[in-house]
């Protein structure tokens, strides 16, 4: 069966400055990742890109990436790096030759060592800071942007640097994590003004991650009510200033009572009969509730930010691909305006606190050679998006 999307369908794939590139003075620098390398050396991106390009302009019109912060800004409210910001818009002028158009990401994740130092997203003395960097972002790189995302999935950060630990700064504070994702919606909604009177038909979002997930017994089905309520209600709400609904999607998080994932349980989910990835148990068909919730609620049109698999098998991948895009027609047919589809990832890169052999790319990289390979999925993949269209 052959499903055809909509003519002004975007399709793409996005990246993280900081995990594609060598590691600057950044929060992550030097941590230790769980598949034991070093957050150092990641792809080599910035010495590679108009290689890179070349895969980039295969996947889409669209391109969802971001700026090394640290790099370009080693003190606050100093002026960029103007040699940074030249790298970074040759590269974005390369692409707008290729027909791609950016999605330009403010916020992904780290921070400048300065900032941290400051207190980071626990000191709202460090708004001001931030909304500088925004404003030089804006400056330098505003004229090459079609569209915007302030923040990539604030919920995962705060989340992970202040509850479960496993990001920069490892913080367990609840209450903390709440200061946080405060902080950063308060730097969104001033952002969102800013962009909105100087390029005011550009689109400005984020990126929301959402997860389904489901309690296996009474404390667990608790603790996933919560977690729900959390992070997909509570941050949608925090960040409702947005012209359009930016979400990420790729986990079934089950509790019993506490979260079983691939990371740590694989064995538990097969026993339990739940399919998985690399990381996550998967459920494709779940992400329709939670679009519709939200569609319902705000009302606005959608944007796929971020999907994928983790998983070194391009076959898996690519049936992921299909399983995805037919949920997402079917809630197109149902009347669910979408924007696009964003894949994640372009390229196999360092998957933050697990490693870069936790793997999501359409492109493959060799960890030690750093060399890049298409594969069969990529391959797919581009195929889909030039003809608007997936057979399955």
């Known amino acids: 069966m052959r499903l055809?999307?909509?003519?002004?369908?975007?399709?793409?794939?996005?990246?993280?400055?900081?995990?594609?590139?060598?590691a600057s003075a950044h929060n992550w620098r030097d941590l230790h990742s769980k598949d034991g390398y070093i957050?150092?050396?990641?792809?080599?991106?910035?010495?590679?890109?108009?290689?890179?390009?070349?895969?980039?302009?295969?996947?889409?019109?669209?391109?969802?990436?971001?700026?090394?912060?640290?790099r370009l800004q080693d003190a606050p409210y100093q002026d960029f790096d103007l040699k940074v910001?030249?790298?970074?818009?040759?590269?974005?002028?390369?692409?707008?030759?290729?027909?791609?158009?950016?999605?330009?990401?403010?916020?992904?994740?780290?921070?400048?060592?300065?900032?941290?130092?400051?207190?980071?997203?626990?000191?709202?003395e460090c708004v001001p800071a931030f909304m500088n960097y925004a404003q030089q972002c804006m400056a330098n790189f505003g004229d090459l942007v079609a569209n915007w995302n302030t923040f990539n999935e604030p919920n995962v950060y705060a989340l992970n640097a202040y509850i479960t630990g496993d990001f920069p700064p490892h913080k367990k504070n609840y209450f903390k994590a709440n200061k946080a994702i405060g902080n950063m919606a308060i730097c969104h909604n001033k952002t969102y003004a800013l962009?909105?009177?100087?390029?005011?038909?550009?689109?400005?979002?984020?990126?929301?991650?959402?997860?389904?997930?489901?309690?296996?017994?009474?404390?667990?089905?608790?603790?996933?009510?919560?977690?729900?309520?959390?992070?997909?209600?509570?941050?949608?709400?925090?960040?409702?200033?947005?012209?359009?609904?930016?979400?990420?999607y790729y986990a079934h998080v089950l509790f019993k009572p506490t979260a079983i994932t691939a990371i740590d349980n694989a064995d538990k989910l097969?026993?339990?009969?739940?399919?998985?990835?690399?990381?996550?148990?998967?459920?494709?068909?779940?992400?329709?509730?939670?679009?519709?919730?939200?569609?319902?609620k705000y009302k606005l049109p959608i944007l796929i930010t971020e999907n994928g698999i983790c998983t070194s098998d391009p076959q898996r991948r690519i049936e992921s691909i299909k399983d995805y895009l037919k949920v997402i027609h079917d809630l197109i047919v149902d009347?669910?305006?979408?924007?696009?589809y964003i894949?994640?990832?372009?390229?196999?890169?360092?998957?933050?606190?697990?490693?870069?052999?936790y793997q999501f790319g359409l492109v493959s990289v060799d960890l030690q050679t750093k060399d890049r390979t298409m594969t069969e999925a990529g391959i797919f993949y581009s195929n889909v998006c030039h003809e608007n269209a997936i057979d399955i």
């Open 4 to 22: 055809n999307f909509p003519s002004d369908f975007i399709w793409g794939t996005s990246t993280a400055a900081a995990q594609i590139e060598t």
């Open 39 to 70: 957050f150092n050396r990641t792809t080599d991106h910035e010495k590679r890109r108009k290689e890179d390009i070349i895969y980039i302009k295969s996947f889409g019109s669209m391109y969802r990436c971001g700026v090394d912060w640290a």
């Open 85 to 124: 910001v030249q790298e970074y818009r040759d590269f974005f002028w390369q692409l707008k030759a290729e027909q791609v158009e950016i999605l330009f990401v403010i916020h992904h994740f780290t921070n400048p060592l300065w900032f941290e130092k400051l207190g980071g997203w626990l000191n709202k």
């Open 195 to 248: 962009l909105k009177e100087a390029y005011p038909k550009k689109p400005v979002g984020i990126s929301l991650n959402t997860a389904f997930f489901e309690g296996l017994d009474l404390v667990g089905s608790l603790t996933a009510k919560f977690t729900d309520w959390w992070f997909i209600k509570r941050a949608a709400d925090l960040f409702n200033k947005v012209d359009y609904l930016g979400i990420s």
């Open 270 to 296: 097969e026993n339990l009969g739940y399919p998985h990835d690399d990381m996550w148990a998967y459920n494709p068909k779940a992400l329709a509730p939670i679009i519709k919730r939200l569609y319902s």
């Open 335 to 340: 009347g669910v305006p979408f924007l696009g």
């Open 343 to 357: 894949h994640w990832s372009t390229f196999d890169n360092f998957e933050w606190n697990l490693g870069p052999t």
